[in-house]
């Protein structure tokens, strides 16, 4: 059974920084795709970072570029998502994404809750 366990969320003031976490269980991590989206109250859920677990490539949305860093740790098979200069407009329940690039299965992590204010 796969779980995606996600960790890190929190309330944080415009500025600040968080670090969210992913643990995958119950899956080959490096081969998937592993990936953290957002969704803020009445919008739709946006990509906000990616990376191929058996590579280097990263992506990011536009709107974080320069601010938010993916990464992983293969052998603890775990994603993060480090976050800096935090802004109100950052805040959403954000989730992991793991998507099989052989098998093309996607699994979602429960989310967690991100809130920047002062």
């Known amino acids: 059974q796969v779980q995606l366990v996600e960790s890190g969320g929190g309330l944080v003031q415009p500025g600040g920084s968080l670090r969210l976490s992913c643990v995958a269980r119950?899956?080959?991590?490096?081969?998937?795709?592993m990936s953290w989206y957002r969704q803020a109250p009445g919008k739709e859920r946006e990509l906000v970072a990616a990376t191929i677990v058996a590579g280097s490539a990263t992506w990011y949305g536009d709107s974080v570029q320069g601010r938010f860093t993916i990464s992983k740790d293969n052998p603890k098979n775990t994603v993060y998502l480090q976050m800096n200069s935090l802004k109100p407009e950052d805040t959403a329940v954000y989730y992991c994404?793991?998507?099989?690039?052989?098998?093309?299965?996607?699994?979602w992590g429960q989310g967690t809750q991100v809130t920047v204010s002062s």
């Open positions: 994404n793991a998507y099989g690039l052989r098998t093309q299965s996607q699994y």
């Open positions: 119950g899956l080959t991590f490096s081969n998937y795709r």
